[in-house]
């Protein structure tokens, strides 16, 4: 074979090894690829099954409403209602940055403003850009096919009773949860529980479809309250009227069912709108009725003459010499204004609203049943009626009592409390001597305790209704009822002792006497009319509450034959409720008689804010 021959067979030869090189090659290859695909499919199946779930398979919540919120009658007082929220991919929105100012004018919001918040959130694949619009709106922001732009169902809370029962309620914030009030102390019951599904999106970050139910939607459960929406209005607007006459600061109700410790109604002034939260001042959403404390003044009497009459140091019939007028203290004196009272019974302690009779008294009960009792009355006791931040009080135990204080005490200064505590009181009193915290809901039953003898309770009762038929709180007197209670005007104290023509205005009371039904505690804050005794300032307001609940809640009448004596004179007419309207103007005696006005100067009053006047 020639050279040219030789190298043809070479050639020939290294072509089909070359060939079966390459066989070999591409066979190998396809067993690794067959071999991955293996181990991809069957091996590590649930790792790139998860992967690539994650990129178009999402879980998303399932919104649920809140629990709605009645008053004693069902009638709604927070509902939730359904809203939309508007939310982008950010990522996906600024690769079309020429789409971002009509977004901005769906959204009435600068469009510099929501460039810089996508800027912000570059690297994020969500963001909301508006929260809680009416879903209407949010349909036609979605419909506008902004790429990135998405809506989301949400609930937003509504408090139809507006500003008259934002202390009671609270409020919800963004995300519907309570903020304060009722809706804070029962969130976990109002809340529910969110659902979730499973869902594909593309690659847009739209739904496209449901696939999977994770776990449903768990709706809040409703709560029914204690407190009546109708006599809630009449107690604000009847504060409110009274704020307003007598230009105060402010002031605060409570009533309270006196056999079952529900509270009725609760108002204070200043309010605020809880459905615009945003726009309300701090101080004007704390519930004063349960948070803010004073000093009791002369409503303090009757629990101090029930004390003594418990510790069997008098009876109703004792003698109390009052002369002169006035009585040295230490370096104080006390004082009864504008006269001296002369010799009285008990009773006429409470009508007169003495101070040194309430000081004579209380001298002769020991310091530690004094502190006892009133700690039983719940002073000094937070009520544990269940509202979020209700205050204890500041009632000093005996060893720290100087020796002007359980004089002081005895007519309402050198102690502080809440007006529910007040309330909670004077329901006791009402109910028997048997206290009853209070509640807000419904049908709750609290465990009543016995703190003083019924007999004695019914005998203080008698005696509170002197200071409205003889007293200085003839105001709060309603044609056809007896009613029992107590004036009380307090000086205000400051930081450096009691500050001059600032006071508080008080009174506490039960109707009807003889069965009450009610106990209702109104206080008004710093009244800068020209008149600021209790008598004139709070118990007219008692009066037009009272009138109003006792006609709505059925009240039968307990004093019918004043009631039938007024309508034989002329002074009313035959009405078809047995109920009369407002009563006569009466003439009502000095009401500085009742106003305690024994107090240190400012410079000497102490931290406890004590009564005398040097």
Same mark, same amino acid.
């Given at each position: 074979?020639?050279?040219?021959?030789?190298?043809?067979?070479?050639?020939?030869?290294?072509?089909?090894?070359?060939?079966?090189?390459?066989?070999?090659?591409?066979?190998?290859?396809?067993?690794?690829?067959?071999?991955?695909?293996?181990?991809?499919?069957?091996?590590?199946?649930?790792?790139?099954?998860?992967?690539?779930?994650?990129?178009?398979?999402?879980?998303?919540?399932?919104?649920?409403?809140?629990?709605?919120?009645?008053?004693?009658?069902?009638?709604?007082?927070?509902?939730?209602?359904?809203?939309?929220? #508007?939310?982008?991919?950010?990522?996906?929105?600024?690769?079309?940055?020429?789409?971002?100012?009509?977004?901005?004018?769906?959204?009435?919001?600068?469009?510099?403003?929501?460039?810089?918040?996508?800027?912000?959130?570059?690297?994020?694949?969500?963001?909301?850009?508006?929260?809680?619009?009416?879903?209407?709106?949010?349909?036609?922001?979605?419909?506008?096919?902004?790429?990135?732009?998405?809506?989301?169902?949400?609930?937003?809370?509504?408090?139809?009773?507006?500003?008259?029962?934002?202390?009671?309620?609270?409020?919800?914030?963004?995300?519907?949860?309570?903020?304060?009030?009722?809706?804070?102390?029962?969130?976990?019951?109002?809340?529910? +529980?969110?659902?979730?599904?499973?869902?594909?999106?593309?690659? +847009?970050?739209? #739904?496209?479809?449901?696939?999977?139910?994770?776990?449903?939607?768990?709706?809040?459960?409703?709560?029914?309250?204690?407190?009546?929406?109708?006599?809630?209005?009449?107690?604000?607007?009847?504060?409110?009227?009274?704020?307003?006459?007598?230009?105060?600061?402010?002031?605060?109700?409570?009533?309270?069912?006196?056999? =079952?410790?529900?509270?009725?109604?609760?108002?204070?002034?200043?309010?605020?709108?809880?459905?615009?939260?945003?726009?309300?001042?701090?101080?004007?959403?704390?519930?004063?009725?349960? =948070?803010?404390?004073?000093?009791?003044?002369?409503?303090? +009497?009757?629990?101090?003459?029930?004390?003594?009459?418990?510790?069997?140091?008098?009876?109703?019939?004792?003698?109390?010499?009052?002369?002169?007028?006035?009585?040295?203290?230490?370096?104080?004196? #006390?004082?009864?204004?504008?006269?001296?009272?002369?010799?009285?019974?008990?009773?006429?302690?409470?009508?007169?609203?003495?101070?040194?009779?309430?000081?004579?008294?209380?001298?002769?009960?020991?310091? &530690?049943?004094?502190?006892?009792?009133?700690?039983?009355?719940?002073?000094?006791?937070?009520?544990?009626?269940?509202?979020?931040?209700?205050?204890?009080?500041?009632?000093?135990?005996?060893?720290?009592?100087?020796?002007? &204080?359980?004089?002081?005490?005895?007519?309402?200064?050198?102690?502080?409390?809440?007006?529910?505590?007040?309330?909670?009181?004077?329901? $006791?009193?009402?109910?028997?001597?048997?206290?009853?915290?209070?509640?807000?809901? +419904?049908?709750?039953?609290?465990?009543?305790?016995?703190?003083?003898?019924?007999?004695?309770?019914?005998?203080?009762?008698?005696?509170?209704?002197?200071?409205?038929?003889?007293?200085?709180?003839?105001?709060?007197?309603?044609?056809?009822?007896?009613?029992?209670?107590?004036?009380?005007?307090?000086?205000?104290?400051?930081?450096?002792?009691?500050?001059?023509?600032?006071?508080?205005?008080?009174?506490?009371?039960?109707?009807?006497?003889?069965?009450?039904?009610?106990?209702?505690? #109104?206080?008004?804050?710093?009244?800068?009319?020209?008149?600021?005794?209790?008598?004139?300032?709070?118990?007219?307001?008692?009066?037009?509450?009272?009138?109003?609940?006792?006609?709505?809640?059925?009240?039968?009448?307990?004093?019918?034959?004043?009631?039938?004596?007024?309508?034989?004179?002329?002074?009313?007419?035959? $009405?078809?409720?047995?109920?009369?309207?407002?009563?006569?103007?009466?003439?009502?005696?000095?009401?500085?008689?009742?106003?305690?006005?024994?107090?240190?100067?400012?410079?000497?009053?102490?931290?406890?804010?004590?009564?005398?006047?040097?």
């Amino acid at each position: 074979m020639n050279s040219s021959g030789r190298a043809r067979t070479r050639t020939q030869f290294n072509l089909r090894q070359r060939l079966l090189w390459v066989g070999v090659g591409l066979g190998l290859c396809s067993v690794t690829l067959v071999g991955r695909a293996a181990y991809v499919q069957l091996v590590n199946s649930d790792f790139y099954q998860r992967q690539g779930e994650a990129r178009y398979l999402r879980e998303v919540p399932i919104p649920t409403s809140r629990g709605m919120i009645t008053d004693r009658n069902g009638e709604p007082v927070a509902v939730s209602t359904p809203v939309a929220s #508007i939310w982008v991919n950010p990522q996906e929105l600024l690769r079309h940055p020429d789409r971002i100012p009509e977004l901005a004018q769906a959204l009435r919001i600068p469009a510099d403003e929501l460039g810089t918040r996508l800027s912000q959130k570059a690297d994020k694949e969500f963001m909301y850009v508006r929260r809680r619009i009416n879903p209407d709106e949010a349909e036609r922001i979605v419909g506008l096919k902004i790429p990135g732009v998405f809506s989301q169902r949400e609930f937003r809370r509504f408090y139809p009773q507006g500003e008259a029962m934002a202390h009671v309620l609270g409020f919800t914030n963004i995300d519907d949860r309570g903020q304060e009030g009722l809706e804070l102390a029962f969130d976990d019951w109002l809340r529910g +529980k969110p659902g979730v599904k499973k869902v594909i999106r593309d690659r +847009k970050g739209a #739904i496209v479809e449901s696939i999977d139910l994770v776990r449903a939607a768990e709706p809040g459960k409703d709560l029914t309250l204690s407190i009546d929406r109708r006599i809630q209005f009449l107690a604000m607007r009847e504060l409110r009227n009274a704020v307003t006459a007598h230009k105060a600061s402010g002031g605060s109700v409570v009533v309270m069912d006196v056999a =079952t410790g529900e509270v009725l109604a609760m108002a204070n002034l200043p309010t605020y709108n809880p459905n615009a939260v945003g726009n309300a001042k701090p101080d004007a959403r704390r519930n004063r009725a349960v =948070t803010d404390l004073v000093e009791p003044g002369s409503t303090m +009497k009757p629990l101090t003459v029930a004390t003594a009459l418990q510790a069997g140091v008098v009876s109703p019939a004792t003698i109390i010499d009052t002369n002169p007028g006035y009585m040295a203290l230490g370096r104080y004196t #006390i004082k009864d204004v504008p006269r001296n009272n002369g010799v009285l019974d008990v009773t006429g302690v409470i009508t007169r609203s003495s101070n040194i009779g309430a000081a004579k008294i209380v001298d002769k009960v020991p310091n &530690q049943t004094f502190y006892d009792s009133l700690r039983n009355f719940g002073y000094g006791v937070a009520p544990q009626s269940g509202f979020p931040g209700e205050a204890a009080g500041m009632l000093a135990p005996p060893g720290r009592w100087n020796g002007l &204080q359980k004089a002081t005490m005895s007519y309402g200064y050198g102690l502080n409390v809440t007006p529910l505590q007040i309330a909670q009181a004077y329901a $006791a009193l009402g109910n028997g001597g048997k206290l009853i915290p209070p509640t807000f809901i +419904k049908g709750q039953r609290n465990e009543a305790r016995q703190v003083i003898d019924p007999k004695i309770a019914t005998d203080v009762v008698r005696m509170m209704e002197t200071v409205v038929t003889q007293g200085g709180a003839k105001q709060a007197g309603i044609l056809g009822y007896h009613v029992a209670g107590k004036t009380g005007t307090a000086r205000k104290a400051g930081p450096g002792g009691y500050v001059r023509n600032h006071y508080n205005s008080l009174f506490a009371g039960v109707v009807p006497a003889t069965n009450p039904r009610f106990a209702t505690v #109104i206080v008004v804050n710093d009244p800068q009319g020209g008149t600021y005794y209790g008598g004139l300032v709070s118990a007219p307001v008692f009066h037009h509450v009272m009138e109003g609940a006792l006609r709505l809640m059925d009240v039968p009448p307990d004093d019918i034959q004043s009631w039938l004596a007024a309508q034989a004179s002329g002074k009313i007419g035959h $009405a078809a409720s047995i109920l009369p309207t407002a009563p006569e103007a009466q003439d009502l005696p000095d009401p500085a008689a009742e106003f305690d006005a024994a107090l240190p100067t400012a410079a000497a009053a102490p931290a406890q804010a004590q009564e005398a006047r040097q």
